[in-house]
């Protein structure tokens, strides 16, 4: 069975720090390319951070680019976003998304407020 699970969502106070996991199983992990996306209320669903196999092609949306950082640990078939200096307008359901298949986590919450 194909699964994507987020981890690692709360809340945080701006310029705070939160670090984001996606476990991945079913699949052969490091055959993909992984996202991460993020949907606001009221707001479509966003990309915010690709990532290769082999995570020698990486790529961010112009919002989060300098602070937020996308990596992967093939070994344990995980997919981590590192989000710094946190902003309000960073608040959204963050989503792991395996690219090819269409196959989307559950989403976990962030909320940056003070």
């Known amino acids: 069975q194909v699964q994507l699970v987020e981890s690692g969502g709360g809340w945080v106070q701006p310029g705070g720090s939160l670090r984001l996991s996606c476990k991945a199983s079913?699949?052969?992990?490091?055959?993909?390319?992984m996202s991460w996306y993020r949907q606001a209320p009221g707001k479509e669903r966003e990309l915010v951070a690709l990532?290769?196999?082999?995570?020698?092609?990486?790529n961010y949306v112009d919002s989060v680019n300098g602070r937020f950082t996308i990596s992967r640990d093939n070994a344990k078939n995980t997919v981590y976003l590192q989000m710094n200096s946190l902003k309000p307008e960073d608040t959204a359901v963050y989503y792991c998304?395996?690219?090819?298949?269409?196959?989307w986590g559950q989403g976990t919450q962030v909320t940056v407020s003070s």
């Open positions: 998304y395996r690219n090819s298949g269409a196959i």
């Open positions: 079913g699949f052969i992990f490091n055959d993909y390319y």
């Open positions: 990532i290769g196999p082999t995570s020698s092609i990486i």
